[in-house]
């Protein structure tokens, strides 16, 4: 999953809540970057990586860059693209963005509101859990 959004809407904290979230439920989840990705298409698929120099870190707000568990890499196949509340729907349906000429759905959520986009997410990803 891509995380999209402008600075300072939620994009690492709602990242690194959905890898506690997925973690707590026993299931694999991991972050491959934070504040900056690199993207290309390998095979039809979009991928992503983080630059070396911020691998291995998030930004914790109020604490700063913070070592983590990641990924070298990742294949992507949502986006979650944080926008102001305006612009949500209550009730959207699919919906899909085009990136480096791969099409990925896509998930429009409110900005820095972690714990409504969480269920969306996962809802949109077909996982139920319960941890």
């Not at 994009?11 to 979230?21: I, S, Y």
């Not at 972050?31 to 039809?44: A, I, R, T």
């Not at 997410?121 to 941890?131: K, Q």
């Amino acid at each position: 999953m891509l995380v999209a959004g402008s600075s300072g809407s939620g994009k690492t904290a709602l990242a690194l809540a959905l890898v506690e979230k997925f973690r707590g439920a026993g299931r694999f989840a991991r972050l491959v970057s934070d504040d900056q990705v690199f993207l290309s298409v390998h095979y039809g698929r979009l991928l992503c990586h983080a630059p070396q120099a911020i691998s291995g870190l998030a930004e914790v707000r109020g604490v700063g860059p913070v070592p983590v568990e990641h990924e070298a890499a990742a294949a992507v196949d949502l986006l979650v693209r944080l926008v102001p509340a305006t612009e949500v729907e209550r009730l959207p349906g699919q919906d899909s963005e085009t990136i480096l000429g791969c099409m990925i759905n896509r998930l429009l959520l409110a900005e820095r509101e972690i714990s409504m986009a969480t269920p969306a997410i996962l809802a949109r990803l077909g996982i139920t859990l319960f941890a």
